[in-house]
């Protein structure tokens, strides 16, 4: 188990809650936030995509072990100290997530070093809602929710929320209409996306830009990583996050 190499380490902190942080790369920045069981390889191994599409990447380490691969051992552990945490909601509807005023603080952060139009946010799986809730802060150009799977999908409407309080949810209906666009991306036949898609195209219209893959994977970016889903990140990147 180890890291990749070229990437810094580092720390945020914001409210007294610190997480670590690596980051690589130059250019516009993009805040990648990992999948359940952590920063795996596979995790690492899109962000240096990211990098090398002309990206300063940063991933927050916000649970399990940096480099342990996805296992079942790693994600029951990953998975204990999720549900032991105050940090992220699981079961909840209705709720943003309060990992997101952390996550909003080191957005900010990246924006004012590096300047621009903004920066990126990507969440995927357990933390793919995460990019919605950063939103909420004007220094996020270009998010993107990879199959975004909390609260977990055990009854309908669990299914249908989008991990934010209604008065986020405000905000980023606010945002959207004065332009700001949103990219989904899932399997079709995802059970664990349950009908968020659905909730964010009623809620967002048109400024919902929803990528659904063909197959029964779950990982769009990652472990079955599709290069459609890949292509659309990078190129949503592209677009709103080049200097104009």
Request: proline share 6%; hydrophobic share 40%.
């Amino acid at each position: 188990m180890t890291f990749p190499g070229g990437w810094t380490r580092g720390a945020h902190t914001f409210d007294g809650v610190s997480h670590p942080t690596h980051r690589r790369g130059t250019g516009p920045g993009v805040i990648v936030v990992h999948e359940i069981p952590g920063i795996t390889p596979a995790v690492a191994a899109f962000a240096e995509e990211v990098v090398d599409a002309g990206h300063t990447v940063v991933m927050p380490s916000l649970f399990g072990t940096d480099g342990a691969g996805m296992t079942v051992g790693s994600t029951a552990r990953a998975l204990r100290q999720v549900c032991v945490s105050r940090e992220f909601t699981k079961l909840r509807t209705g709720e943003t997530a309060p990992v997101a005023d952390w996550l909003r603080s080191l957005a900010r952060e990246l924006h004012a070093e590096l300047g621009g139009r903004g920066v990126g946010a990507l969440g995927m799986c357990f933390t793919g809602g995460f990019a919605l809730a950063m939103m909420v802060d004007d220094s996020v150009a270009a998010p993107v929710l990879c199959q975004p799977s909390a609260p977990f999908a055990v009854t309908p409407a669990r299914s249908r929320d989008l991990n934010l309080s209604p008065a986020d949810l405000d905000i980023v209906k606010g945002r959207c209409a004065a332009g700001q666009q949103v990219l989904g991306l899932k399997f079709r036949s995802d059970p664990a996306v349950g009908k968020r898609f659905e909730t964010l195209t009623t809620e967002l219209g048109d400024a919902f830009i929803r990528v659904e893959l063909d197959g029964r994977g779950h990982s769009t970016v990652t472990e079955q990583r599709s290069q459609e889903a890949v292509d659309a990140v990078l190129g949503f990147f592209r677009e709103r996050l080049r200097p104009g």
